[in-house]
């Protein structure tokens, strides 16, 4: 992700299912592209850590959602690319994404003859209410769906592992890299 330019500064934030009730997610602050074994810890389901002296990502109760709602979700990832942060700020709750080949990295999709309707949330300093959208776009029939954007600020995704996760965030980044260079013609 940071090699392609999805993760500037210190932005970005990833995790893992470790098993019932632990997440490993990438500590605060930390650069993405250079990150050790030290900048990972573990939380429980509610963002808790097991280290009390150390800080989660400030958007861990986001991979914690995720995991709360998709028992088989194995591992979240988010990243801050351009095509994602122009086109979540001229979107308005979802942007459609069809006709592309690589709609079948998404599950259920076995045809570029299909389409998706990816949620777009407004950004929220706050996490937990922010949480509590995306909670409720999920409940309004956006669940089956695995990822949203955040306008302005990027997109989440997630897979039963984390090459699942990496393969449907290629996609999406691919699809709305198209739908940026498409916007220019
Ligand atoms: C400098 S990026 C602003 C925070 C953010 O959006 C992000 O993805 C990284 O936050 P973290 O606490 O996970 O480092
Ligand atoms: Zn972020």
């Known amino acids: 992700m940071d090699a392609r330019g999805w993760v500037p500064a210190t932005a970005g934030n990833f995790s893992v299912r470790l098993g019932?009730?632990?997440?490993?997610?990438t500590r605060s602050g930390f650069?993405?592209?250079?990150?050790?074994?030290?900048?990972?810890?573990?939380?429980d389901e509610q963002g808790r850590p097991e280290d009390a002296s150390l800080r989660p990502s400030a958007e861990t109760g986001l991979h914690c959602g995720i995991y709360r709602r998709y028992p088989e979700a194995g591992a979240a990832l988010h990243g801050h690319s351009i095509p994602v942060t122009v086109l979540s700020r001229r979107a308005g709750d979802a942007i459609t994404l069809s006709g592309y080949e690589l709609l079948k990295a998404f599950p259920g999709l076995a045809t570029h003859e299909a389409s998706i309707s990816l949620p777009v949330v407004d950004n929220d300093q706050d996490i937990a209410r922010l949480q509590a959208v995306v909670e409720a776009r999920w409940d309004a029939g956006a669940a089956k769906i695995p990822g949203y954007l955040i306008r302005g600020h990027g997109v989440y995704v997630w897979g039963r592992d984390m090459p699942e996760a990496l393969l449907r965030l290629e996609a999406l980044e691919f699809m709305l890299a198209c739908e940026l260079e498409a916007r220019k013609l």
């Open 20 to 25: 019932p009730g632990r997440v490993a997610v």
């Open 31 to 43: 650069h993405k592209g250079m990150l050790t074994p030290a900048a990972l810890m573990v939380v």
